[in-house]
């Protein structure tokens, strides 16, 4: 990477720190700008085709990936723009990019059971324990710190995104999980020194090992599964969706409508509460004939 080009990233995350983004958001922007910059050879200074050609480059990446790279460079080309640092702003000759609509790919009882008994670590037993009866995802289960929870109001305290902290129902398998971590300190500390908690990438580790010990083969099953088995679950056993929206904190009703596809046990259900008929075994018509 050029100087100059090490230098206007430099500026944008000082300027995404200052807007009071997450740390996750700055972070992934950074990778997806550095690795667009190795690969393309040019950062500050690049052209719509250059854009459009990356953006477009190998199709077995995913529309949401392609969609999640064109925000961070419409972000970075439009703070050049804005700042001066460019007369114009090539992304904005950038498609939008079409997300086919996301289908839940929650894991089953089972699957957890097997999880849970597949000689995962008490701290990892505890993650999944998070993900699933609290529906958090792997940065809030990295954080979590004893003081987050309160057993006098069964509350469990969390940051969601958009740096809102919001207090949820304690779940009460986590109440007594409670009992068993630490009540002045994080639950998952940092190792090797470091102060603070584990990071999100060792807790997605920490479970992504746990199924593979479980044996469980399904590609497409991430420690996000486990959020994803704690909202369709509710929903199964027919809790208000505004209510999952609530718990999962989500902005939009939308984005927890994805949780009303599944499940196929329901559809079964469904279909067999329309009663059956007696099907008459012929026409009847040749009797009528021969009664005229």
Not at 28 to 56: E, H, K, M, Q, W
Request: net charge positive.
């Amino acid at each position: 990477m050029h100087d100059h080009d090490r230098e206007a990233l430099a500026m944008f995350i000082d300027y995404q720190r200052a807007q009071n983004l997450a740390a996750t958001t700055i972070a992934n922007r950074r990778s997806i700008l550095t690795t667009f910059a190795r690969t393309t050879g040019t950062l500050v200074d690049c052209d719509p085709f250059t854009l459009r050609r990356y953006i477009g480059r190998d199709a077995r990446i995913t529309a949401g990936t392609r969609r999640t790279e064109r925000g961070a460079l419409t972000a970075f080309y439009t703070f050049l723009h804005d700042e001066g640092l460019r007369a114009d702003n090539p992304a904005l000759k950038l498609p939008v990019i079409r997300v086919p609509k996301g289908k839940p790919r929650p894991f089953t009882a089972e699957q957890i059971d097997t999880l849970l008994a597949s000689g995962a670590y008490t701290r990892t037993r505890a993650m999944i324990l998070l993900g699933y009866y609290q529906g958090f995802r792997v940065s809030s289960i990295a954080a979590v710190h004893g003081h987050d929870i309160d057993l006098v109001s069964q509350r469990i305290r969390t940051v969601v995104k958009g740096r809102k902290e919001v207090w949820f129902p304690l779940h009460p398998m986590i109440a007594e999980l409670a009992a068993t971590m630490p009540n002045d300190g994080y639950w998952f500390p940092a190792r090797g020194g470091r102060a603070g908690h584990i990071l999100p990438s060792s807790v997605t580790n920490l479970i992504t090992r746990a199924k593979k010990r479980a044996e469980i083969a399904e590609r497409k099953l991430t420690p996000h599964s486990l959020r994803h088995a704690f909202a369709t679950d509710l929903l199964e056993e027919g809790v208000d969706i505004r209510v999952v929206q609530e718990l999962l904190a989500h902005e939009h009703l939308s984005t927890t409508q994805i949780y009303t596809q599944v499940s196929e046990q329901r559809k079964d259900a469904g279909i067999r509460t329309l009663a059956a008929r007696d099907i008459p075994t012929s026409s009847g018509r040749g009797a009528a004939s021969i009664a005229a």
